[in-house]
Protein backbone atom coordinates (compact mmCIF):
# COMPACT_ATOMS: atom_id res chain seq x y z
CA UNK A 1 0.00 0.00 0.00
CA UNK A 2 1.52 3.27 -0.89
CA UNK A 3 0.21 7.25 0.20
CA UNK A 4 0.66 9.76 -2.31
CA UNK A 5 -0.64 13.37 -2.06
CA UNK A 6 -3.34 15.08 -4.31
CA UNK A 7 -2.33 17.68 -7.08
CA UNK A 8 -4.99 20.72 -6.82
CA UNK A 9 -5.94 19.40 -10.25
CA UNK A 10 -6.74 15.71 -8.64
CA UNK A 11 -7.84 17.40 -5.52
CA UNK A 12 -10.72 19.09 -7.26
CA UNK A 13 -11.63 15.66 -9.03
CA UNK A 14 -11.49 14.28 -5.94
CA UNK A 15 -13.33 16.77 -3.88
CA UNK A 16 -16.64 15.96 -6.99
CA UNK A 17 -16.86 12.70 -6.14
CA UNK A 18 -16.30 12.97 -1.91
CA UNK A 19 -18.91 15.16 -1.36
CA UNK A 20 -22.24 13.31 -2.10
CA UNK A 21 -21.01 11.41 0.53
CA UNK A 22 -21.91 13.80 3.14
CA UNK A 23 -25.18 13.29 4.16
CA UNK A 24 -27.24 14.63 7.52
CA UNK A 25 -26.60 13.10 10.43
CA UNK A 26 -29.57 11.09 12.58
CA UNK A 27 -29.70 12.89 16.06
CA UNK A 28 -29.75 9.27 17.80
CA UNK A 29 -26.17 9.32 18.28
CA UNK A 30 -24.84 8.04 15.26
CA UNK A 31 -22.00 10.26 15.22
CA UNK A 32 -20.79 7.36 17.39
CA UNK A 33 -20.26 9.18 20.30
CA UNK A 34 -22.61 6.84 22.63
CA UNK A 35 -23.71 7.16 26.01
CA UNK A 36 -21.35 4.84 28.92
CA UNK A 37 -21.26 3.87 32.42
CA UNK A 38 -17.72 4.37 34.34
CA UNK A 39 -16.87 1.34 36.19
CA UNK A 40 -14.64 1.25 38.97
CA UNK A 41 -12.80 -2.24 38.01
CA UNK A 42 -11.73 -2.83 42.12
CA UNK A 43 -15.15 -2.28 43.26
CA UNK A 44 -17.80 -3.12 40.37
CA UNK A 45 -19.85 -0.09 40.77
CA UNK A 46 -20.65 3.18 38.66
CA UNK A 47 -20.25 6.13 39.55
CA UNK A 48 -23.44 8.76 39.35
CA UNK A 49 -23.81 12.66 40.46
CA UNK A 50 -25.78 12.77 43.85
CA UNK A 51 -26.26 16.80 44.17
CA UNK A 52 -22.88 18.34 42.63
CA UNK A 53 -20.89 15.78 44.57
CA UNK A 54 -20.32 12.07 42.80
CA UNK A 55 -21.30 8.66 44.70
CA UNK A 56 -20.76 5.03 43.47
CA UNK A 57 -23.60 2.59 43.40
CA UNK A 58 -24.68 -0.57 41.42
CA UNK A 59 -24.34 -0.11 38.15
CA UNK A 60 -27.47 -0.40 35.60
CA UNK A 61 -28.11 1.17 32.05
CA UNK A 62 -30.33 3.95 33.38
CA UNK A 63 -29.92 7.49 32.61
CA UNK A 64 -28.87 8.62 35.96
CA UNK A 65 -26.00 6.41 34.98
CA UNK A 66 -25.46 7.50 31.55
CA UNK A 67 -22.02 9.58 30.42
CA UNK A 68 -20.62 11.16 27.04
CA UNK A 69 -17.50 12.36 25.48
CA UNK A 70 -18.55 16.05 24.21
CA UNK A 71 -16.75 18.88 23.14
CA UNK A 72 -13.45 19.86 24.22
CA UNK A 73 -12.69 16.54 26.28
CA UNK A 74 -15.34 17.21 28.66
CA UNK A 75 -17.23 14.72 30.56
CA UNK A 76 -21.35 15.39 30.33
CA UNK A 77 -23.78 13.66 32.22
CA UNK A 78 -27.14 13.27 30.39
CA UNK A 79 -29.40 13.12 33.53
CA UNK A 80 -28.22 16.16 35.62
CA UNK A 81 -27.14 18.29 32.60
CA UNK A 82 -23.75 18.64 34.19
CA UNK A 83 -20.28 17.87 33.42
CA UNK A 84 -17.63 16.89 35.59
CA UNK A 85 -14.96 19.35 36.83
CA UNK A 86 -12.41 20.34 38.98
CA UNK A 87 -12.06 23.44 41.05
CA UNK A 88 -8.37 23.27 41.76
CA UNK A 89 -8.51 26.54 43.86
CA UNK A 90 -10.05 24.38 46.48
CA UNK A 91 -7.33 22.26 48.64
CA UNK A 92 -10.54 19.37 49.12
CA UNK A 93 -13.65 18.75 47.47
CA UNK A 94 -12.58 19.80 44.27
CA UNK A 95 -14.20 16.90 42.47
CA UNK A 96 -17.44 18.43 41.91
CA UNK A 97 -20.30 18.61 38.83
CA UNK A 98 -20.63 22.12 37.14
CA UNK A 99 -22.55 23.86 34.31
CA UNK A 100 -21.09 23.08 31.67
CA UNK A 101 -20.77 26.81 30.65
CA UNK A 102 -18.64 26.66 34.05
CA UNK A 103 -14.91 28.52 33.97
CA UNK A 104 -14.41 25.44 36.54
CA UNK A 105 -11.66 22.81 34.59
CA UNK A 106 -13.66 20.58 33.01
CA UNK A 107 -11.46 18.83 30.81
CA UNK A 108 -10.48 15.27 31.31
CA UNK A 109 -8.04 12.67 29.61
CA UNK A 110 -6.43 9.13 29.76
CA UNK A 111 -3.67 7.11 30.43
CA UNK A 112 -4.13 3.92 30.04
CA UNK A 113 -6.98 3.09 32.49
CA UNK A 114 -6.65 6.13 34.89
CA UNK A 115 -9.17 9.58 34.16
CA UNK A 116 -7.09 12.73 34.99
CA UNK A 117 -7.50 16.33 34.66
CA UNK A 118 -5.85 19.53 35.20
CA UNK A 119 -2.84 19.79 37.33
CA UNK A 120 -2.70 15.95 37.39
CA UNK A 121 -5.38 15.77 39.33
CA UNK A 122 -6.85 12.00 39.21
CA UNK A 123 -10.54 10.20 39.39
CA UNK A 124 -9.83 8.33 42.24
CA UNK A 125 -12.31 6.37 44.85
CA UNK A 126 -12.58 6.56 48.54
CA UNK A 127 -15.41 5.65 50.92
CA UNK A 128 -17.94 5.40 48.62
CA UNK A 129 -17.54 8.93 46.77
CA UNK A 130 -15.45 10.28 43.70
CA UNK A 131 -12.29 12.32 44.68
CA UNK A 132 -9.78 14.22 42.85
CA UNK A 133 -6.51 12.82 44.09
CA UNK A 134 -2.64 13.55 42.76
CA UNK A 135 -2.08 10.17 43.99
CA UNK A 136 -4.39 7.51 42.58
CA UNK A 137 -4.02 4.10 41.34
CA UNK A 138 -8.00 3.63 40.23
CA UNK A 139 -8.73 1.48 37.05
CA UNK A 140 -11.96 2.55 35.15
CA UNK A 141 -13.38 1.17 32.13
CA UNK A 142 -16.47 1.57 30.52
CA UNK A 143 -19.73 -0.34 31.50
CA UNK A 144 -19.73 -3.46 29.38
CA UNK A 145 -16.37 -3.85 27.92
CA UNK A 146 -12.57 -3.62 29.02
CA UNK A 147 -12.00 -0.48 27.37
CA UNK A 148 -10.59 2.32 29.02
CA UNK A 149 -12.89 5.43 29.39
CA UNK A 150 -10.92 7.40 26.09
CA UNK A 151 -10.98 4.37 24.01
CA UNK A 152 -13.71 5.67 21.32
CA UNK A 153 -13.18 9.23 21.51
CA UNK A 154 -15.46 11.92 20.78
CA UNK A 155 -15.56 12.63 17.26
CA UNK A 156 -16.45 16.62 15.74
CA UNK A 157 -19.58 17.12 13.98
CA UNK A 158 -19.28 19.29 11.64
CA UNK A 159 -22.06 21.45 9.72
CA UNK A 160 -23.21 23.21 6.61
CA UNK A 161 -25.91 25.89 5.93
CA UNK A 162 -26.87 28.45 8.78
CA UNK A 163 -23.94 31.12 10.27
CA UNK A 164 -20.82 29.16 11.29
CA UNK A 165 -18.99 28.73 8.09
CA UNK A 166 -18.81 24.85 8.44
CA UNK A 167 -17.82 25.14 12.16
CA UNK A 168 -18.52 21.65 14.33
CA UNK A 169 -21.12 21.79 16.51
CA UNK A 170 -20.22 22.14 20.18
CA UNK A 171 -21.82 19.90 22.71
CA UNK A 172 -23.46 20.26 24.75
CA UNK A 173 -25.40 23.57 23.65
CA UNK A 174 -27.93 25.09 25.42
CA UNK A 175 -31.09 26.41 24.08
CA UNK A 176 -34.35 27.31 25.89
CA UNK A 177 -32.51 26.17 29.53
CA UNK A 178 -31.46 23.09 28.21
CA UNK A 179 -28.73 21.22 27.29
CA UNK A 180 -28.45 19.18 24.37
CA UNK A 181 -25.82 16.57 23.62
CA UNK A 182 -26.64 15.63 20.01
CA UNK A 183 -28.00 17.61 16.68
CA UNK A 184 -31.85 17.82 17.31
CA UNK A 185 -34.90 18.23 14.97
CA UNK A 186 -37.17 21.22 15.06
CA UNK A 187 -39.78 22.62 12.08
CA UNK A 188 -37.85 25.74 11.17
CA UNK A 189 -34.77 24.24 9.71
CA UNK A 190 -34.09 21.73 6.99
CA UNK A 191 -32.72 18.90 8.68
CA UNK A 192 -31.60 17.94 12.35
CA UNK A 193 -29.03 20.94 13.13
CA UNK A 194 -26.39 21.86 15.78
CA UNK A 195 -25.23 24.89 17.55
CA UNK A 196 -21.90 26.27 17.36
CA UNK A 197 -21.67 27.36 20.70
CA UNK A 198 -22.46 27.06 23.95
CA UNK A 199 -24.90 29.02 24.18
CA UNK A 200 -27.18 29.30 21.54
CA UNK A 201 -29.85 31.50 23.13
CA UNK A 202 -26.83 33.88 23.18
CA UNK A 203 -24.42 33.43 20.44
CA UNK A 204 -27.63 31.97 17.62
CA UNK A 205 -24.94 30.49 16.07
CA UNK A 206 -25.44 27.31 14.46
CA UNK A 207 -25.37 24.64 11.15
CA UNK A 208 -26.80 21.28 9.81
CA UNK A 209 -25.10 18.80 11.47
CA UNK A 210 -22.87 16.66 8.29
CA UNK A 211 -21.93 13.34 8.90
CA UNK A 212 -18.42 12.01 6.63
CA UNK A 213 -18.54 9.12 4.84
CA UNK A 214 -15.73 7.63 2.52
CA UNK A 215 -16.35 7.43 -1.00
CA UNK A 216 -14.99 4.65 -2.54
CA UNK A 217 -14.32 4.26 -6.63
CA UNK A 218 -13.54 0.98 -8.22
CA UNK A 219 -10.66 1.49 -11.02
CA UNK A 220 -10.05 -2.58 -12.37
CA UNK A 221 -8.14 -3.78 -9.75
CA UNK A 222 -7.68 -1.20 -7.79
CA UNK A 223 -10.07 0.49 -5.17
CA UNK A 224 -8.85 4.24 -4.49
CA UNK A 225 -10.18 4.81 -1.49
CA UNK A 226 -10.40 8.83 -0.29
CA UNK A 227 -10.16 9.25 3.52
CA UNK A 228 -10.79 12.74 4.90
CA UNK A 229 -7.84 13.30 7.14
CA UNK A 230 -8.93 14.31 10.83
CA UNK A 231 -8.09 17.91 10.57
CA UNK A 232 -10.37 18.37 7.48
CA UNK A 233 -12.09 21.81 8.02
CA UNK A 234 -15.32 22.86 6.30
CA UNK A 235 -15.09 26.35 5.47
CA UNK A 236 -18.28 28.45 3.62
CA UNK A 237 -19.00 25.30 1.72
CA UNK A 238 -21.21 26.23 -0.54
CA UNK A 239 -22.53 28.79 -3.68
CA UNK A 240 -19.07 29.93 -4.30
CA UNK A 241 -17.66 30.26 -0.91
CA UNK A 242 -13.93 28.93 -0.33
CA UNK A 243 -13.39 25.19 1.42
CA UNK A 244 -10.26 24.58 2.83
CA UNK A 245 -9.96 20.37 3.00
CA UNK A 246 -7.12 17.85 2.98
CA UNK A 247 -7.51 15.30 0.86
CA UNK A 248 -5.04 11.60 0.96
CA UNK A 249 -5.20 8.97 -1.34
CA UNK A 250 -4.54 5.46 -0.44
CA UNK A 251 -4.26 2.93 -3.23
CA UNK A 252 -5.05 -0.66 -2.15
CA UNK A 253 -3.79 -3.17 -5.09
CA UNK A 254 -5.34 -6.85 -4.61
Not at 80 to 106: E, W
Not at 135 to 148: A, L, Q, R, T, Y
Amino acid sequence: MRTRWATPRRAAELLMLLLPGFGLVEPSGHSGNDPFTIVNENTGKCITPLNDWIVVKDCDETKDMLWKWVSQHRLFHLQSQKCLGLDITKPTDSLRMFSCDSNAMLWWKCEHHSLYGAAQYQLALRDGHAIASTNSSDVWKKGGSEENLCAQPYHEIYTRDGNSFGRPCEFPFLVNGTWHHECIFDGDRSGPWCATTLNYEYDQQWGICLQPKVAVKIIGKRTRRLEVATNLIFRQLFLGRKLTFHVRIKELTY
